[in-house]
């Protein structure tokens, strides 16, 4: 069974352009959640889908992202524009189900906005 | 709002010593905890999942404990080698979405 994957692994890119970032989740995991981790911090979550659907963005830190998950198979999360402070290490993860089902997560995407 | 501390931040021991890692959180209404790791510029190994049922769980070299009343977890690693050097973060699902609420975790160092 193939686990979660990213792509890519890692960006750089300019202040005010925009960057996509892609998950995609163990084939059969309706639940795939994004989170963050910026320098020195904790990981912290940003949303939560459930198939297609926004379950919980409560995360999101402001209009410049958007997450999509069309067909509710991957999942993109788009940066526009990127500010300094977007740069840090996005992780994707997906589980069966919420609760009690555990979370598996990808590698990263380690972002850089300079 | 759940909070999750780690102590300590960093642990440097030398190979074959017994280790206990802590995590603490102040809520008790979690379904479970979970232990990963972290290599350095890589993404997070699940290392054990405790159900809020159980008190115990156990992979390896690996023991984890939860007393869901004292909002308390510990990570014991016995026998410890070099390559158990990474980073350690405990997380547990808040929520009816189940978010993970992390840990700040521990950088563990094994000498040689």
């Known amino acids: 069974e193939a686990g979660v994957t990213q792509f890519p692994s890692h960006s750089v890119i300019e202040k005010g352009q925009t960057v996509t970032l892609r998950c995609d989740p163990i084939s059969g995991h309706d639940n795939l959640y994004w989170y963050r981790r910026v320098m020195g911090k904790e990981i912290k979550f940003l949303l939560h889908f459930v198939k297609e659907s926004k379950q919980d963005e409560s995360g999101m830190p402001n209009n410049r992202f958007l997450a999509e998950r069309t067909g509710g198979t991957y999942s993109t999360l788009k940066v526009q524009p990127a500010e300094l402070e977007d740069s840090g290490v996005y992780f994707c993860?997906?589980?069966?189900?919420?609760?009690?089902?555990?979370?598996?997560f990808g590698p990263g995407t380690r972002l850089t906005v300079t | 709002k759940q909070e999750v501390t780690q102590i300590p931040a960093a642990l440097s021991v030398p190979e074959g010593e017994n280790l206990v890692l802590n995590c603490s959180f102040t809520?008790?209404?979690?379904?479970?905890l979970q232990w990963f790791r972290q290599d350095p510029g890589k993404g997070l190994t699940s290392l054990l999942l405790i159900q809020s049922s159980q008190r115990e769980q156990t992979s390896g070299r690996l023991n984890a404990s939860l007393d869901k009343s004292s909002g308390r977890s510990t990570l014991y690693i016995a026998a410890s080698q070099p390559g158990d050097s990474a980073t350690y973060l405990c997380a547990v699902p808040t929520g009816t979405a189940s978010k993970l609420t992390f840990g700040t975790g521990t950088r563990l160092q094994v000498t040689l």
């Open positions: 809520d008790s209404a979690i379904y479970n």
């Open positions: 993860a997906s589980s069966r189900g919420p609760g009690i089902y555990e979370q598996y």
